[in-house]
Nanobody, 115 residues
Framework: QVQLVESGGGLVQAGGSLRLSCAASGSIVSISSMGWYRQAPGKQRESVARITSGGSTFYADSVKGRFTISRDNAKNTVYLQMNSLKPEDTAVYSC?????????WGQGTQVTVSS
């Protein structure tokens, strides 16, 4: 089993920044893909950013140039640096990791951006 603990969410004004963290623990040999998703009220969950084991990154068009995903393999942790936040970034952000062929989700952390 793998457990994911997220942190870093909160309330911020438009234009501000937040850094999300997601630490994985448990039966982990290696983590393949790591990513962040978000779900706003009344909307479907969407992929925000993803990073492969080799360090390749992928971003949703809506966050390109503002968000940066990174990972620390020694700590089994993935980060999401969010800059120039907009009210439309308000959502519950969840991390998702691929370990030994299985996907695991974090519990989610609320990000609220006020105008």
């Amino acid at each position: 089993q793998v457990q994911l603990v997220e942190s870093g969410g909160g309330l911020v004004q438009a234009g501000g920044s937040l850094r999300l963290s997601c630490a994985a623990s448990g039966s982990i040999v290696s983590i393949s893909s790591m990513g962040w998703y978000r779900q706003a009220p009344g909307k479907q969950r969407e992929s925000v950013a993803r990073i492969t084991s080799g360090g390749s990154t992928f971003y949703a068009d809506s966050v390109k140039g503002r968000f940066t995903i990174s990972r620390d393999n020694a700590k089994n942790t993935v980060y999401l640096q969010m800059n120039s936040l907009k009210p439309e970034d308000t959502a519950v952000y969840s991390c998702k990791v691929l370990v030994s062929g299985y996907y695991y989700w974090g519990q989610g952390t609320q990000v609220t951006v006020s105008s």
